[in-house]
Every structure is written in structure tokens, then in C-alpha cells.
Nanobody, 121 residues
């Protein structure tokens, strides 16, 4: 079993910042890709940002220049620094990790429970 524990969500005003964290634990040999997704009410879940084991990153166009994804491999933790937040960033944010359980194992994916981010004046 793999557990993902997210933290850092909350209520902020437009223009403010938040930092999300997601720590993975359990039966993990290596983590390949870590990412953040979000789902607003009435909308589909969408990709926010991903980071590979080699620290290559990818961002949704809507967050480029405002959000930064990073990871601490020693702690199996991924972070999302969110600056200049806008009301349209309001959503439940989920982390996702793609990992293996053995050296030559297949990839598995696991999701966090989600953390609410609300941007409102």
C-alpha cells in the first residue's frame, strides 16, 4: 500500500500565495513522476504541473509563471508553490505519484485525498 498525505490548502485572497505538500510513504522502490491536478466544481480534473525523477517539469498554460513544482526525493515529497493566486484557481488539488515497487517493476499510480484551495476576496 502507498499513502499520500497532502497539506497546505486553505482560503486566501487574490494575489496571495500558498504552498502545497504531498508526502508519499509505503511500498515504494522509486517514484518516477509526481504531479498536481485540480478539480473545480462542475469541471473535470485537470493537470496543473508534473515533475519527473530527473526534475523535468511541465505546467498547464494557465499556471505558467505563477506556480512552481518541486520535489524532495529523500522525503518522497512533492511541493506546489502557488503565487499570484486568482479566483479561477479555486479547486480541490490532488497529488499523484507514479512509482515502482521493485527495481524492474511496472509503474503504479496513486492519488492523494485532495486539499481545498479557495481564492476569494
Amino acid at each position: 500500500q502507498v499513502q499520500l498525505v497532502e497539506s497546505g490548502g486553505g482560503l486566501v485572497q487574490p494575489g496571495e500565495s500558498l504552498r502545497l505538500s504531498c508526502a508519499a510513504s509505503g511500498s515504494i522502490f522509486s517514484i518516477n513522476v509526481m504531479g498536481w491536478y485540480r478539480q473545480a466544481p462542475g469541471k473535470q480534473r485537470e493537470l496543473v504541473a508534473t515533475i519527473t525523477s530527473g526534475s523535468s517539469t511541465d505546467y498547464a498554460d494557465s499556471v505558467k509563471g505563477r506556480f512552481t513544482i518541486s520535489r524532495d526525493n529523500a522525503k518522497n515529497t512533492v511541493y506546489l508553490q502557488m503565487n499570484s493566486l486568482k479566483p479561477e484557481d479555486t479547486a480541490v488539488y490532488y497529488c499523484k505519484v507514479v512509482f515502482t515497487r521493485t527495481q524492474r517493476g511496472i509503474n503504479f499510480a496513486s492519488w492523494g485525498q485532495g486539499t481545498q484551495v479557495t481564492v476569494s476576496s
